[in-house]
Every structure is written in structure tokens, then in C-alpha cells.
């Protein structure tokens, strides 16, 4: 094997990973980062989106608009859950995780309960590509594109639109920004469903590539919480580097022992920077920068 | 009598509910029908008690930590866990002759409350606290879960024993008493009974002490405001750790009492859901309270374990919403606003007279 196509295997798993930390992390950086909240059940409006990307899918939508009814379901269950539940817990950020992980119990068991222990997945499309002896998924190109494209997505959203400022506003100072006449709780609600939506879409894009059962939630958490931890509560500065760092250690650490010890490093990794940088990347950053 | 007396007060604080020679009148009698509870009932049945008791340990460890410390851990299952393989990997290999299961019982412990030390040294001294705290015990409790859940290979072995993968180990020796006329077995019955009837009382009246001590009140301060308790010129990191460390012992006491119960431990007595249990019948029980927490943590088992013969989806379904009701509802914990409730009764009552 010659060194190019080395370098594009290289690449490749880094790719992947990247798309994969990324992508399951950024529902979860969003809420904590615009609320301070961190929710538990991110893995099962993970698993929301892939259901209902898989059922719409087996009704006959093509793929794209079959993941986009996905993230509208998520968005509109975090809708719900956010005026339910989570909008009494805003002064209680260790009940809030409770919270959370008890409707990720009831999502669990419940989906368990109503659609069985495992539901007919999807195709992965696109097929194949050659590359020297061995041969590469397209799909896991198109969810790296994906991936770079929610980072873009997110950066023109807070950056350049009017939701974008009042939401800046309200995590900066919250009461000022009521003040000044933004409906704060308005804007939480708006938050909690695009964090909501953004775990359906990893999901939707997901669910072509996994088999679909109940606790398949559990499969993103780990690595979002990880992503989320490393990065600390800014989503450009904090979860994009720390997934470009994570995706190192996981594609180097995956292709020397394997699938676990690729997890295993990232638990490490996550363990030694919270005693050296308690804040996260984007903590540092911050401080580096003032 | 002197010491005795100091000994009772010692037990009472304002950092427990429940004092007073009422409150210990009726602690006796509870203890008194719980060690008669054997004579009246079947082999089963005791049996299933001692199973219930086990978890208390746990759900003890989660209140101090939890409830007293105010660093919600995830983490609890994962001591459990290391201490019941710790338990069965020793007994496997070196049997129970000579009494070597209790040596087996504090070194698997050991191993908990030394994973615990190191764990809980890069949390507290990198001081992450709050919900980060939760997701990092959390996420090294699903990492050891899906390591477990691997080790089927017949590689993964240490000594003599096989760790089994998903299936977990099993057939490992019970506690045994060496004893002159042979030695005593406390299989899941009534010498089992006996032996962690008599650990859990000690172990709740060490952590009254412990909680009403200067120790205990430091650690209530810390939760209550971090920088003062600092300011005050407590290094907080050292008071969190040992009460991490102290959290996790008793959370692997939790475990190997499991092990030497059903004579196996699974990788998923590490998982989401086994995470899980614990935090429930702490948060419904009254986390900030030790007496709360252990009679929440009877009553819900109890009612968990009634619901789970119409299935244990159903039972684990309304065991979320119990707890996001208590949550929104009375987030300090129903049988501690019943307690308190009932003083307040008391004293109005007293007050009329």
C-alpha cells in the first residue's frame, strides 16, 4: 500500500469520526451552551429522529425530505418537553439533569412498549468507492459534508439573524435582555427545540447506517457528552475544535486496538482535560483572548 | 451511662431528621420486628428482603454524595460494579477457605474506593462541579459497561476466572464464616439475612455520626455555597473527595452484597438503567436526609418490584414519571416532606398543650 491511499484511509476515519462526534454533540452544545441545562434525554431525540427518518422513509419519502420530517418531529417533542418540564427547572440545573434522564426512562421503555424492540432500518445509500485495496462508504463523505454544514448552519444562525442576537442577548444577561423587551422565555423555548432538532437530524442522517432499537440512543451519548465536556459551552469555539482533537484520538486509537479502545481514549482524553482546562476549550480560548 | 449518652447525641444533629427518645423508641421497634421479621416468614421471602437491602447500601452512598454533598454522581453503578467483579474474580480464584471471602469482601471494596480516588482526584482538584460532574461519572459508567459487555472472548480471563462478556460471571463462592464445627455459609436466607441487617444498621448510624460530626457539617456547607465554605478556610477539594471516596466504598458494599446474593454480576448492572435506579428512590425518598432515603428506598423497590409482574417496561415507564413528577412536584423528596410534615404536627401539637 503506497502512502497516498495510506493518507486517504487516515482521512477518512478521521473524517468519519469527526462527523460523528459533531454531529451527536452539537443538539447538546446548543442547549447547554445557550442554558446552562444539560439534557439527558439528547440520545433519545436522537432516537426520535431516526424512527420517524426510518418509518417516513418505509412510506415512501425519498431520504432528504424523510431526515427533514425527523428533525421537525424532534423540534417539535422538544417544543413540548421544554414548556412540560423544563421550563420550571431554569433556577435547578442539577434537577433539570433528573429531569431529563427520567423522560429518557419513559422515551426508552415507552418506545419499547409501543414499536418493539426493533423497527426495519433503512438502506445506506450512495453505494461505494475504490480507493487501493480497500473500499469506502459515500455516505460517510456526504455525513461529514453534513456535519461542516450544520457548524456553518449554526454560525450564520447565531451570527447573522435577529434570533441569532436576542439569543446571544439572553445567555449574556438575561434580565437585561428582558428588559429591553425580548421575550427571554420565548427565546429558551426557540433554543431547547433547535437543540431538540439538531439531535433529530443526527439521528435522521444516522439511521441509514444503524440498526434501530429503543436504547440506540445510548450509542451517541457518550461521545456527545465527551465532545460537549472537551469543548465547554461555546459551540464554535468549544465543540468544533474539541471534535477535530476527539476525532484524532478516536480514528488513531480505533485503527491501532480497535472499536472500544477508539472510546476508551476519548474517556481518558476527557478525564485528563478536565483537571488541566476545567472550562473546556472554549473556556480557554475565552480567557486567552480577554 | 455518661457515654452513653454522648453517644446518643453524637447520632443526633441538625443535619438528620428524627431525634429525641420518641424517634429512638420507634427506631428500636422497627429494628426489633426486622430482626423477627425470619421467624414468621418463608426462606423466599427473606430472601427477597435481603435483596431490597442490598440497594439500600447504594441509594446511602447516593444521599451522601447527592443529597449531602450536592455532586450528582452517575458514577455509583460503576463502584457497585467494579466491587462485584472485584469479589467474584478473588473468590474465584483463591475459594472461601479460611474465611478469605470477607479479606475478598474489603479488597473488593478497596478496589472501588481506590478507582473512586482516582477518579474523583482529576474531577475535584480540576474543579468540575455541577452537571459536568454528572456527565463525566456518567460517561465512565457506560465505558466500563460496553468494556464489560466485551470481555466475552476466552482471552479475557484473570486467573481462573472468565469474565464472560454480556453474560457476566457467575458461580462464585458465598460469604463463609470459618467455624469450629465446619464452616457457615450465608447463602441468600436467613444467616445472610442476619449479616447485612446487622451492616446496614451500622452503616446508618456511622453515617448519622459522621453526618452530624464537624465533618458532616462542612460537607453540608459546601453544598450550600462553595465559596464561602472556601473563603472559611476549608480546602473543599479534599472534603469532596473523601466524601466521594466514602460514597463509592459503600456503593461497592452495595455490590459485592449483590454478588454474594445472587452469586452472579452482569455488565448490565452498570447500565443506563441500573444507573438509573438508585437516583430514583433517592430523589423520591428525600435526598437530603438519610432516614428518607432509606425508607424510599424500601418502599419504592417494593412497589417497583409489584409492578414489574404486570411486565418490567411498564414498571421502568412509571418509575421515569415518578420521578420527573417528584422533580417538578417536591423536589426534596416525598417521604422527607412526609416527615417533615408529621414533626411539624408533632411540635404543633405539643405547642397546644
Redesign the interface.
Known sequence: MDIATLLFSALYQFGDAFAFLVLSACGLAVI?GMM???N?AHGEFIMCGAYVTASTAHAGLPLPLAILAGTLVSALVGVLVELV?IR??YE????T???T??????A???T??MVGSTMAGVGTPFGSFQVGAYSYSIYRIVLFCAALGVLAGLYALFNWTRFGVLARATIQVPHMAAALGVDTRLIYSLTFACGAGLAGLAGGLYAPTMTLVP?MG?TF??EA??T??IGGADVFLGTAPAGVVLAVIKSVMTSWQGQ?FG??GL?IA???V???L?KGISGFVLRERT | MNGLVSLFRSLEGSQTVGRGPGFWALFAIVLAIACAYPLFSDGYTVGNTVYFFVWVFIALSLCLIWGYG?S?SFGQTAFFGIAGYGYGVLTINFGSAYGFTFVALFLAIGMAAMFALL?G???F????A???L???T???T??LE??MA?TAGPEWRIGSARLNGFNGMSAMPPLTIPWPGGPIVLIADIGLYYFVLGLLVLVYLGLRILMNSSFGNVIVAIRENPERAEMLGYDIRKYQLITFVIGAALAGLSGVLYTVWGQYITPSSMG??AA?LP??WV?VGGRSDLTSTVIGTLVVLAAFQALTIYGS??A??F??????LT??IA?NGLVLGVMNWLSRLISRYRGAK
Request: hydrophobic share 70%; net charge positive.
Open positions: 447547554f446552562g441545562v444539560i439527558l418540564v420550571h427547572l435547578r440545573p442539577l434537577d439533569i433528573v429531569a434522564w427520567g423522560l429518557s426512562l419513559i426508552t421503555q415507552g419499547l412498549i436504547t445510548a451519548i457518550m457528552f465527551v460537549v465536556v472500544l472510546q476508551i474517556l476527557v478525564i485528563i478536565v483537571r488541566v476545567p | 450536592g450528582l477518579l482526584y482529576f474531577m482538584f480540576g474543579r468540575i455541577g452537571v459536568f454528572g456527565i463525566v456518567l460517561a465512565v457506560l465505558m460496553r468494556f466485551q443506563m438503567t438509573s437516583l430514583i430523589a417496561q411498564y421502568l415507564v418509575m421515569g414519571v415518578l420521578l420527573v422533580v417538578l423536589p
